[in-house]
């Protein structure tokens, strides 16, 4: 999590430098996104053994789950 921190960080000072040199702001604000895309990657990889395997159903769940319950109530 550190990495995010320090990957954000980076992003933050090139907002920063950004807002006060409006001449090289574009290349500045184009750097911050690539931090912030190295931060999420960093992000991503650090949550990924904690979610292997899981998976989401989709709400409300498939038709033969709606099916089997109505039969049962019925």
């Known amino acids: ?24 702001s574009w290349k500045l604000l184009a750097e911050a996104e690539y931090w912030e895309h ?5 992000l991503r990889d650090h949550f990924k053994p904690c979610t292997s395997g899981f998976s989401l159903r989709a709400i409300g769940g498939d038709a033969s789950t709606t099916q089997s319950a109505h039969g049962m109530a019925a």
């Not at 995010?4 to 090289?24: H, I, K, Y």
């Not at 190295?38 to 960093?42: Q, V, W």
């Open 1 to 24: 999590m550190d990495t995010v921190c320090r990957l954000r960080a980076m992003a933050s000072l090139c907002r920063q430098t950004a807002a006060r040199n409006p001449d090289r």
């Open 38 to 42: 190295l931060a999420n990657g960093a």
